[in-house]
Structure formats: structure tokens, C-alpha cells
């Protein structure tokens, strides 16, 4: 369709969300989704007065509301990940079920959530273990690992070799 005759508003309302976005002040997301609702709706016009459908703008809006919801657990998860996290408390913080949670999260970023959490606690880990003199116990539950115990047999399992073997490795090709 043609925006000609509303190029002004439109831009107006990008950059209103845009602005909203950037200072992220208290109910920036729910004015940066009505925002958008404005946006599709006056997109939807343009492209057809006569097929306009509502539906299809509650059907967009409810997906973008997902894909948001999951962009902020993976967000919440890289900054909490030493903390203790779980499925049920993450899937109440944004409304889905843990079903869904799971659903979404690997659609959208090839592992599920748990997975992601793991990569992050072992990878903050590695770094931890060929960067710094930290005790193991320290590191382990530095990461999130109720015990160093525990996260000795994680580190091993997955990794293939004792975190004071991956100590050592390092340390040697530094």
C-alpha cells in the first residue's frame, strides 16, 4: 500500500516507540505495544480498507506479546543465572504456562530453556577456571550449583574432564 498520506504519523509513532524503548521508564513495554498496535492497524488500512480484519491484528499483536515474553526470560536468564531458576517460576513471571515456555523458547532459540541456563553457568565457569585462582567449591556455586560436589559431576558429564583437569589445560597453554 501506499503511506504517502500518513507518512508523518507513522514516523511519529516509530519514533514514540522507539523513544519508549530507549528510556524503558514503567509501562515502556505496554506503551510500546499499543504503540505497535496503532502501527499494524494503520499498516492494515493501507494495504486494504476493505479486508481489514481486527482478528489479524489481535493474532500479530499476541505473537509479538510471545516472542517479547521469551526475549526477556533469555534476557532474564544471562542475568540471573547464578541464581536458583526454574521452570514453573520463570513460566509465572511472564504468564505462559511451562509447556508453552519450553514450546517457544526452543522455537525461538534451538534449545529449551534449561539447556540455555546450563550453557551460561558452564560457560561463565570456563571463563572462571582459566581466568582466576577460585576455588572450584567457589566457582560452582558462583554459577549457580548448589554444591561443588555437584557441579563437579555436571562439569565432568558434560564437559568430558574434571574442572581442576580444565584448570591445568589451560593453564598450560597460557
Given at each position: 500500500g501506499s503511506?504517502?498520506?500518513?507518512?508523518?504519523?507513522?514516523?511519529q509513532l516509530c519514533s514514540s516507540m522507539i523513544d519508549e524503548a530507549k528510556a524503558k521508564l514503567p509501562g515502556y513495554q505496554k506503551v510500546c505495544i499499543h504503540t505497535l498496535d496503532l502501527l499494524l492497524i494503520q499498516i492494515q488500512r493501507f494495504k486494504s480498507v476493505d479486508t481489514y480484519n481486527y482478528s489479524t491484528v489481535a493474532e500479530l499483536r499476541q505473537?509479538?506479546?510471545?516472542?517479547?515474553?521469551?526475549?526477556?526470560?533469555?534476557?532474564y536468564i544471562d542475568n540471573n543465572y547464578m541464581?536458583?531458576?526454574?521452570i514453573e517460576a520463570?513460566?509465572?513471571?511472564?504468564?505462559?504456562?511451562?509447556?508453552?515456555?519450553?514450546?517457544?523458547?526452543?522455537?525461538?532459540?534451538?534449545?529449551?530453556p534449561v539447556e540455555y541456563l546450563l550453557r551460561c553457568r558452564f560457560q561463565e565457569a570456563k571463563f572462571l577456571l582459566s581466568t582466576t585462582d577460585l576455588s572450584i567449591g567457589h566457582i560452582?556455586?558462583?554459577?549457580?550449583?548448589?554444591?561443588?560436589n555437584y557441579f563437579s559431576q555436571c562439569f565432568t558429564k558434560r564437559e568430558g574432564i574434571t574442572p581442576t583437569a580444565y584448570r591445568n589445560r589451560c593453564q598450560k597453554c597460557n
Open positions: 503511506f504517502l498520506q500518513k507518512t508523518e504519523y507513522i514516523s505473537t509479538e506479546a510471545k516472542r517479547y515474553s521469551i526475549t526477556w526470560i533469555k534476557q541464581n536458583n531458576l526454574n520463570l513460566s509465572r513471571k511472564i504468564g505462559l504456562n511451562r509447556y508453552s515456555l519450553i514450546r517457544e523458547f526452543k522455537q525461538a532459540y534451538g534449545v529449551s560452582g556455586q558462583g554459577v549457580g550449583f548448589s554444591s561443588s
